[in-house]
């Protein structure tokens, strides 16, 4: 059975930071990309950024490059998104995403509010 599951997800102040993570299992985890994304309130799911297979690469979107970081570790099964200096229009369910020649695995999602 294919899972992913988010966590680490909270409330935080506008600067601070969070790391979510996000466990894979049920396939060969190592030889998917690994996708980060987020959906505000009212708002579209928006891809946050990706890392290839091995990790060796890595994209952003503009609006949280320079703050966020994806890794993974391929032995643990895990991808990782490191936030930092949080802005309250992060603000949103972050989800985890697998794809590899067309499929797809959707995690169930993580709240982030970042609030005063």
């Known amino acids: 059975q294919v899972q992913l599951v988010e966590s680490g997800g909270g409330s935080v102040q506008p600067g601070g930071s969070l790391r979510l993570s996000c466990a894979a299992s049920g396939f060969t985890f190592s030889v998917y990309t690994m996708s980060w994304h987020r959906q505000a309130p009212g708002k579209e799911r928006e891809l946050v950024g990706s890392i290839s297979s091995s990790g060796g690469s890595t994209n952003y979107v503009d609006s949280v490059k320079g703050r966020f970081t994806i890794s993974r570790g391929n032995a643990k099964n895990t991808v990782y998104l490191q936030m930092s200096n949080l802005k309250p229009e992060?603000?949103?369910?972050?989800?985890?995403?697998?794809?590899?020649?067309?499929?797809?695995?959707?995690?169930?999602?993580?709240?982030?509010?970042?609030?005063?």
């Open 90 to 116: 992060d603000t949103a369910v972050y989800y985890c995403k697998a794809t590899r020649m067309g499929v797809t695995y959707w995690g169930q999602g993580t709240q982030v509010t970042v609030s005063s």
